[in-house]
């Protein structure tokens, strides 16, 4: 077997050499990985091309030499962006003397006039690399520039320069840039669409986000879906900016306070700046924080969200301690103040650093003091200039807080009768259900999993623990690490019924309990680990048939209207000659991840009992009083020594494992 190795690996070695490297050039990388810039080549994705198009444009507004933008979807799926801004040079470029400045930015990656303070105090971002992104992603590209009352163009394939740049005439009364691009169908595929709607709604939020721009939509009537309300033609202007994008997001919701609190100001150097508007619903319905870095979208939140907390929570305590109420609110938390609030967010800030190209968070040291700082001030004076309001409001967040110290601190929680309580995690989103006949508990690996999961679930009899990572194994592991582990004790409060010999059925709180993870070698992994613990310390849970394993899809295949999904490879090729056999082109995506997942395809897939498939794991019988047959006892044996060879302390035996059946591997991904 060692020479086999050996003689393997000096094969290899001796195949791998210069000629493998390759060195890619211009705009190829982005072509190759399209995920690495745009985050993948779904529908998403595709919208992410409008919107780095349509944030240069939004940078020349705020640095005020635009006012106006257009932004039109036509019928052929072809997106113009036009501002009326100072228009890209198109002079010769110093460095590059064959090209002019235009083809510079248009085809070569960090490429832009955004990595200096002189061109743009504030940007999106300083990747330099979205608007020649778009290019390579284009079938076809057509920039024009108006400028210095001259108007050139130059159009691009796939991010290739077709022809030289285009002298089109004098102009009078015209300036700025003008970007068409069409989304290359070998990329995103060729029945790829745009979806008005979700345009729309970028326009909108970048008006509100600047009052001052004016932004006029227009979409081709004959691509918005009967009740689709969005509107083909639209001027979008919005001189209240948050003020007004909050008041449509509640959209008529009753408030704690009869106002919100809003307002703005500028940071020291009067550039930088911080925009806000927040309210108290005062209801039940969850609420949301929407923040935004230079008319960026930041979904996954950054430094300027924890400016806003730590201001609001600072202002809250101040106020109180003013007013006397401090008891109130002395063990209240930044999350007591935020988990039902509605907020709006935006600050301006120089050189914003972002985690990751698609820019999703903000991670700029200097957001957090310029926001909170600004907050904080005007938040004093808010609250102390209607005493009768900030009362209402310490009393909603003191509710809040008790509601929380209740949750954490009960030694009991009660579901049904006072006989039966337990004490719950605080990242279970529990189900409505009292009994648990019916119930599920799913248990996903990760928060982002876990949101999808949540709003995919059917409130009354699915609940959701998010687990972070790969847990501990329970095999190899020592008691002392077993019981210090926050993940495994949180299952374990959860799930309410004990383990070894303290476990009892009828305090399950679950009818089932259902390990869904990533359909992917790392899921594989988390579910073993999983079934591992539920071997060891829950065996009883088990081989009463309470344990399932999810199937998520792989793969979607899309041809037309038809829609279907893969479990693995294998299921991908039988559903390619039985579903979509020679019925044209099917388009196939690969899901990263549950988290990568739509809620409603999380649900059709894996969570619906209606259209779902659970395996069920199933063992011999494992207790020890139980009356096994000889084959029963033989199986059971085979079973605990599988089990210990493959997750227990000793290396040796997966080593030995390994090489007794190496022979049967026909493929091993690298």
């Known amino acids: 077997m060692s020479d086999l190795f050996q003689n393997t690996a000096r094969k290899s070695s001796d195949e791998y050499s210069a000629k493998d490297i390759e060195v890619l050039e211009g705009l190829e990388p982005v072509r190759r990985r399209p995920g690495m810039y745009i985050g993948g080549t779904d529908e998403n994705a595709m919208h992410h091309l409008v919107a780095e198009v349509l944030d240069n444009a939004m940078d020349e507004a705020v640095a005020g030499h635009a006012s106006r933008i257009e932004i039109e979807l036509g019928a052929d799926q072809t997106v113009t962006?036009?501002?009326?801004?100072?228009?890209?040079?198109?002079?010769?470029?110093?460095?590059?003397?064959?090209?002019?400045?235009?083809?510079?930015?248009?085809?070569?990656?960090?490429?832009?006039?955004?990595?200096?303070?002189?061109?743009?105090?504030?940007?999106?971002?300083?990747?330099g690399v979205g608007v020649s992104v778009v290019n390579a992603l284009s079938d076809w590209m057509e920039v024009e520039v108006a400028r210095d009352r001259n108007i050139w163009s130059q159009t691009y394939c796939r991010g290739i320069p077709d022809g030289g740049l285009i002298d089109k005439g004098s102009t009078q009364n015209r300036r700025g840039t003008t970007v068409r691009f069409h989304p290359d169908g070998e990329i995103f595929g060729e029945r790829a669409r745009f979806r008005p709607s979700a345009l729309y709604r970028m326009a909108r939020s970048k008006a509100y986000l600047f009052k001052v721009v004016?932004?006029?939509?227009?979409?081709?009537?004959?691509?918005?879906?009967?009740?689709?309300?969005?509107?083909?033609?639209?001027?979008?202007?919005y001189?209240?900016?948050?003020?007004?994008?909050?008041?449509?997001?509640?959209?008529?919701?009753?408030?704690?306070?009869?106002?919100?609190?809003?307002?703005?100001?500028?940071?020291?150097?009067?550039?930088?700046?911080?925009?806000?508007?927040?309210?108290w619903p005062d209801d039940n319905d969850d609420g949301f924080l929407s923040a935004y870095c230079n008319t960026i979208p930041t979904p996954n939140?950054?430094?300027?969200?924890?400016?806003?907390?730590?201001?609001?929570?600072?202002?809250?305590?101040?106020?109180?301690?003013?007013?006397?109420?401090?008891?109130?609110?002395?063990?209240?938390?930044?999350?007591?103040i935020m988990v039902g609030a509605c907020c709006m967010l935006s600050v301006f800030v120089r050189d914003p650093q972002f985690q990751g190209q698609t820019k999703e968070k903000l991670v700029s040291p200097q957001a957090t003091k310029l926001v909170e700082t600004a907050v904080k001030d005007h938040f004093d004076h808010w609250l102390s200039g209607t005493p009768e309001m900030a009362n209402a409001l310490i009393e909603y967040i003191a509710e809040r807080a008790d509601e929380r110290l209740k949750r954490r601190q009960a030694k009991e929680v009660s579901r049904k009768t006072a006989t039966r309580k337990l004490r719950l995690p605080g990242k279970l989103s529990d189900c409505s259900r009292s009994d648990a006949a019916g119930t599920e508990l799913f248990i996903v690996e990760g928060d982002s999993a876990g949101g999808s999961a949540k709003q995919a679930r059917a409130r009354a009899t699915q609940a959701i623990l998010p687990l972070r990572g790969k847990i501990l194994n329970v095999a190899s592991a020592s008691a002392d690490k077993l019981r210090a582990n926050q993940e495994l004790s949180n299952l374990l409060q959860a799930l309410g019924c004990g383990t070894g010999s303290s476990y009892d059925e009828a305090a399950l709180r679950y009818e089932k309990v259902i390990i869904m993870t990533d359909a992917d070698v790392?899921?594989?992994?988390?579910?073993?680990?999983?079934?591992?613990?539920?071997?060891?310390?829950?065996?009883?849970?088990?081989?009463?048939?309470?344990?399932?394993?999810?199937?998520?899809?792989?793969?979607?295949?899309?041809?037309?209207?038809?829609?279907?999904?893969?479990?693995?490879?294998?299921?991908?090729?039988?559903?390619?000659?039985?579903?979509?056999?020679?019925?044209?082109?099917?388009?196939?995506?690969?899901?990263?991840?549950?988290?990568?997942?739509?809620?409603?395809?999380?649900?059709?897939?894996?969570?619906?009992?209606?259209?779902?498939?659970?395996?069920?794991?199933?063992?011999?019988?494992?207790?020890?009083?139980?009356?096994?047959?000889?084959?029963?006892?033989?199986?059971?044996?085979?079973?605990?020594?599988?089990?210990?060879?493959?997750?227990?302390?000793?290396?040796?035996?997966?080593?030995?494992?390994?090489?007794?059946?190496?022979?049967?591997?026909?493929?091993?991904?690298?």
Not at 84 to 92: H, L
Not at 551 to 558: A, E, F, G, K
Request: glycine letters at 8%.
């Open 81 to 127: 962006v036009r501002d009326n801004g100072r228009g890209i040079p198109v002079d010769q470029h110093p460095k590059h003397k064959d090209k002019s400045a235009l083809e510079v930015i248009m085809t070569t990656l960090h490429a832009g006039a955004k990595f200096s303070d002189s061109t743009y105090s504030t940007s999106g971002g300083l990747h």
């Open 239 to 279: 001189p209240g900016g948050l003020s007004d994008f909050l008041a449509g997001a509640i959209n008529g919701r009753e408030t704690i306070t009869p106002t919100a609190f809003t307002g703005e100001a500028a940071g020291p150097d009067g550039v930088e700046r911080v925009e806000w508007a927040v309210t």
């Open 214 to 237: 004016e932004i006029h939509w227009r979409c081709d009537a004959a691509l918005i879906a009967d009740g689709d309300e969005t509107p083909a033609e639209a001027v979008l202007h």
């Open 522 to 670: 790392d899921g594989a992994h988390i579910a073993s680990l999983l079934m591992t613990f539920f071997f060891r310390e829950m065996p009883k849970l088990v081989e009463d048939g309470h344990l399932y394993l999810a199937l998520p899809p792989l793969y979607r295949l899309t041809q037309g209207t038809k829609v279907s999904y893969a479990r693995d490879d294998e299921h991908k090729d039988e559903l390619m000659e039985t579903e979509f056999s020679g019925r044209g082109k099917v388009e196939i995506s690969r899901f990263k991840g549950l988290g990568e997942m739509m809620p409603a395809q999380l649900k059709e897939t894996t969570m619906d009992p209606a259209k779902r498939i659970l395996l069920k794991v199933a063992v011999p019988p494992l207790s020890k009083s139980a009356e096994l047959t000889p084959d029963q006892a033989t199986e059971r044996k085979r079973l605990e020594t599988t089990v210990e060879t493959l997750m227990g302390r000793k290396p040796e035996l997966r080593f030995a494992y390994i090489q007794e059946n190496a022979r049967f591997v026909e493929d091993i991904d690298v």
């Open 301 to 336: 939140g950054g430094t300027h969200e924890s400016g806003l907390r730590a201001a609001l929570l600072k202002g809250v305590r101040a106020y109180a301690d003013h007013a006397g109420l401090a008891r109130k609110v002395q063990k209240a938390t930044a999350e007591d």
